[in-house]
């Protein structure tokens, strides 16, 4: 078994395993949703006990590292160490300035993002990005939210720009729209379908120009429309 030693400063025995199933995780290539080895393997494979591993696992799962199923296994985790919401959104009081700066932020960041996608996308990532948009509009029609689509659909086109900083920044961009369709109570339904269509089109057609153009006419529409419902509404 590792020795840990008995300095104030040196990591406990939980802490280093947790560390090496971290470094293992990166040196196998493990990608989010893999599973990996069982308990009893995975005690084998880094010589410590169960109650070790399983605390060294809890501090990985702490920080979204891992994912543990009961039944099924410990795999790595979908948010693969992003918190819920990393910029404290949920402690702002003043909700419409909110909506109105990351809108802002979003302005400057995803029609580069969608020039990008337009460079670098795959014919199955187009196609991943088509079926979801086929289910955005599923949901409109149905006239049922369609945040969590929405989302998929932002989070897809920085997937497909290839740029490794995205997905980091990704809450940020999910907790905007998260927040535009709980302040407007999902009004701007038409102008999501056809901008993501002309986002889709642009990219199926290799024209970064008008991918970036589509993306910047989308979210001046999100912007427009939160004006309006905040003036309309009095929430200034």
Do not use: W
Request: with cysteine; aromatic share 4%; proline share 2%.
């Amino acid at each position: 078994m590792l020795d840990t030693g008995s300095q104030d400063n040196v990591k406990s025995l939980s802490e280093l395993t947790a560390d090496r199933i971290l470094e293992h995780i990166v040196s196998q290539g493990y990608k989010s949703g893999d599973k990996l080895d069982n308990e009893k393997m995975l005690c084998a494979e880094l010589n410590v006990g169960r109650s070790t591993l399983r605390e060294a696992v809890r501090m990985l799962s702490s920080r979204n590292i891992l994912t543990v199923k009961h039944g099924s296994g410990i795999y790595v985790s979908d948010k693969l160490g992003m918190a819920d919401d990393p910029l404290g959104f949920a402690f702002v009081e003043n909700k419409s300035k909110l909506v109105r700066d990351v809108i802002d932020f979003r302005r400057m960041v995803e029609p580069l993002i969608a020039m990008l996608a337009a460079n670098n996308a795959t014919q199955t990532q187009i196609e991943e990005l088509d079926e979801i948009e086929q289910e955005v509009e599923q949901l409109i029609a149905e006239n049922k939210s369609h945040a969590v689509a929405d989302v998929a659909f932002h989070a897809k086109v920085g997937e497909m720009s290839g740029n490794l900083v995205m997905p980091k920044i990704g809450p940020i961009i999910n907790n905007a729209i998260d927040l535009f369709i709980h302040v407007t109570g999902s009004i701007l339904r038409n102008e999501t379908v056809s901008d993501h269509r002309a986002i889709i089109d642009a990219i199926k057609q290799k024209d970064p120009l008008r991918a970036s153009d589509a993306m910047l006419l989308h979210i001046i529409h999100n912007r427009a429309v939160i004006e309006n419902y905040i003036r309309e509404n009095g929430l200034e």
